[in-house]
């Protein structure tokens, strides 16, 4: 794979990406590279030439080649790692095939991704489970009050914490092994939201010590989208099922995820040559210059804007949110309003979410990036009074 070592406007051609627009919202779906939609195709070519013959004899053998390749990637044995369409669906499957008491509780966080969150309560309402939220302040003062805030919704009925390793609309980058010592002290199982974190920071996935863990490839680290991982302990894997059983019940962990019925295997298959790109391009060390391209952008908008930033300039990787400018009503519909606005009228692509009362864009940093795109962003917003 030729991939230039060249980062910001160099770089841009290796993806499809408009270049008219400034694309400050990596996070958000991920972009694929050009050679990764090469490599999807090759496996697609080889299915179709004989559909039946791969996906009865050759299917299982390729994903456990790619499985192999992507823990090794992760931090992780590629027997406790299967691939699912992304992390919603694996911690969904989780939340389904645990069996919960009533009276028991399930804790997130006010930091949890809504899909996450509005599954923990659907979990909770088949069985009579209370959901505990843990209210995280904003801005962050320091690890200690997040590790605080936990601590004090733990308690004897907690059977399940989950919690975000870089939490989607604050983009904080959480202490998740201290999370998961709180939550194993006081009996809980943990599960780790790591949709962010696969090709975003370097990951020992095993180190984290938790039940189970989370992730999207098709973000951070290139993949074809509907590409993530599930990872699960030794120990929790048994009771550990897919959304859909099929015929790989009763076959082990590997095998009820690898069959879940007739499905497009190709972003899961083209998933190490993603992470190739990604080595190519850098691989911890473009890991490094995203996040001090990122912080310098989001220091640059706070100072210009004269607002703050979610955290301490330590507390994000490759994505930092700052509140916006502006008063008036902070409502998910006016958000939506802002976001769109900039990408039509201004042709740039950022999250725009609604934090604490107030408005705030998380931009994000990628190889195609250059301080150049958050200038643009930092030109549509006057200053605060």
Known sequence: MNVSSSWGVAARAAWRLDPAVAYLNHGGFGVTP???FTEQD???????????????????????????????????????????????????????ALDFEPGEELLITSLSYPA???????????CGVRVIEAEIPLPLPDKAALLRAVAGKLGSRTRLAIFDHIASHSALLLPVAELTRLAHE????????????????????????ADWYVGNLHKWYFAPRSCGILWASQAQQAATHPLAISHGYGRGFRAEFEWTGTRDVTPALAAPAAIEFHEALGGAALMTRNRVLVREAAQMLAQRWRTELTGGPDDFAAMVTVRLPLGGDATPARADALMQALAKQHLISA?????EGGLWVRIAAQAYNELADYERLAAVFPAAS
């Open 34 to 36: 050009e050679a990764v």
């Open 42 to 96: 090759r496996w697609r070519t080889r299915i179709e030439r004989n559909p039946t013959q791969f996906l009865t004899y050759e299917v299982e053998e390729a994903l456990r080649a790619a499985t192999a390749q992507v823990a090794k990637a992760i931090g992780a044995a590629a027997e406790d790692v299967v691939f699912v369409e992304n992390a919603t669906t694996g911690l969904n499957a989780v939340l389904r």
């Open 116 to 126: 996450i969150r509005k599954a923990a309560y659907y979990a909770a309402s088949r």
């Open 186 to 209: 006081a009996g809980a199982r943990v599960m780790i939201d790591g949709a962010h974190a696969p090709g975003q920071i370097p990951l020992d996935i095993a180190a984290i010590g």
């Open 351 to 355: 999250a725009v979410v609604v934090l």
